[in-house]
């Protein structure tokens, strides 16, 4: 676990600017793609049809990384489980969910760095998030369902993601909505070109992760649409990451 690039300080800073941090604190320039701002929070608050969740629903956020889309999701529903195989991203969400802040670094340039806070969000109960340490290749048994699962940019991060994929289906509800998001940033480092979901050729021919997708949950859930979903990653004052992930909405049959 200790070879995996999210058990890294300079990674976990990063995410907890990505995850928490204001407009101003991740790109201050009058210029640049400031749609892409807030994803943990847009990743919720753009895929949710609260009419469609009763009072006392159920949401799992798998990859939860340092644990916004989490807290976000206490706003729709009464129990949230965030996942994440991270031992560190996972303190750092406990430690927010139990002090209300954390401290981090910021890089700048160079060893150049700016002490920040990141703050519980206003408006959401840290009472009912629940944080686990876990696979999501290995789920334990005993998570029950929801009416709601997010896999936000996790899928293309998995060494065998049909895995995952196959227990869907177990966890979600029928009539409960699952919310798949990725780059689709197929990687041999993270996932064997055997098992990409997508984005390669099966006897000749150009499979997409989308295509991937319906083939392994079509028939369990219905697709009810796609969207681009635009993120951007602080690497220092100079360098961001700018993608667009593809958010896929099925529903459980
Ligand atoms: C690209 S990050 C996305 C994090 C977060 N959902 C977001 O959108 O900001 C991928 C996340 O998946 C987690 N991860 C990687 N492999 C995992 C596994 N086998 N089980 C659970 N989480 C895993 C990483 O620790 C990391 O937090």
């Not at 629903?57 to 949230?80: H, I, M, N, P, Q």
């Not at 227990?167 to 990687?187: A, K, N």
Request: aromatic share 10%; glycine share 8%; charged share 25%.
């Amino acid at each position: 676990m200790s070879d995996s690039p999210y058990e890294n300080d300079r990674i976990v800073n990063e995410y907890l600017l990505f995850h928490y941090g204001s407009h101003d604190e991740v790109l201050p320039y009058s210029h640049g793609p400031c749609e892409a701002l807030d994803f943990a929070v847009r990743c919720v608050s753009e895929s949710i049809d609260p009419s469609t969740l009763p009072r006392n629903a159920r949401a799992l956020d798998l990859g939860c990384a340092v644990g916004r889309s989490s807290f976000e999701l206490t706003r729709y529903c009464k129990e949230v489980i965030g996942i994440d195989y991270s031992r560190k991203f996972i303190d750092a969400a406990r430690t927010l969910q139990r002090e209300g802040l954390i401290h981090y670094e910021r890089i700048d340039e160079g060893e150049l760095t700016t002490p920040l806070r990141a703050y519980l969000p206003d408006g959401t109960d840290p009472d009912r998030v629940s944080f686990l340490q876990a696979d999501a290749q290995a789920l334990p048994a005993d998570l029950g369902d929801f009416e709601l699962v997010l896999m936000a940019n996790l899928i293309d991060r998995l060494a065998d993601p049909w895995r995952c994929l196959e227990r869907l289906p177990g966890l979600v509800r029928s009539g409960g909505r699952l919310i798949i998001t990725s780059p689709y940033t197929w990687l041999p480092e993270f996932t064997p070109i055997e098992k990409w979901v997508g984005g390669k050729r099966v006897n000749g021919e150009a499979v997409t992760t989308e295509v991937g997708l319906k083939s392994v949950l079509e028939g369990r859930f219905d697709f009810l649409g796609s969207r681009d979903v635009p993120f951007l990653i602080r690497e220092h004052a100079r360098k961001f990451q700018w993608s667009v992930a593809q958010a896929t909405i099925w529903v459980r049959r």
